[in-house]
């Protein structure tokens, strides 16, 4: 993509704090568990990383300048890699979470079903049971 001759470097700092801002927000939701939340600012946060990408031209040259302003944006670069990453260990630590649990219930679902009982037609597989169904008690 190529950099638009009026860019400023002001602006672009602009829209970092904008993403900033959206991820602060976005790290609140997971931490209260608002995960609809989240859903609904997906839209938002494409938008400004499109913007991002746009800027990050500009955003290299002023760096390679090393300008007053070079610091600064050193500065809020580092601070949106920080939050993203403590984003993504909340998002996976939610997913491990999530998939433990799902993995839980499947092994309950299973051990208190008639799984491998009957047969896909209904059908019993050979006519006995073998044991006596437990009652999980780990729940």
Do not use: F
């Amino acid at each position: 993509m190529t950099e638009p001759e009026d860019l400023k470097t002001e602006d672009c700092l602009g829209t970092i704090d904008e993403l900033v801002e959206l991820l602060k927000g976005e790290i609140s939701h997971l931490e209260r568990g608002d995960l609809t939340l989240i859903d609904e600012t997906l839209e938002l946060k494409r938008d400004l990383l499109a913007r991002v990408e746009r800027i990050t031209p500009h955003l290299q040259s002023e760096l390679v300048r090393n300008t007053g302003l070079s610091a600064l944006v050193r500065a809020r670069l580092k601070g949106v890699r920080d939050l993203l990453e403590r984003n993504m260990v909340m998002i996976q630590g939610l997913t491990t979470a999530t998939r433990s649990i799902k993995d839980e219930l499947s092994r309950i679902e299973t051990r208190h079903s008639l799984k491998g009982i009957y047969g896909a037609d209904g059908q019993p597989r050979d006519g006995q049971v073998r044991t006596r169904p437990q009652l999980d008690r780990s729940v």
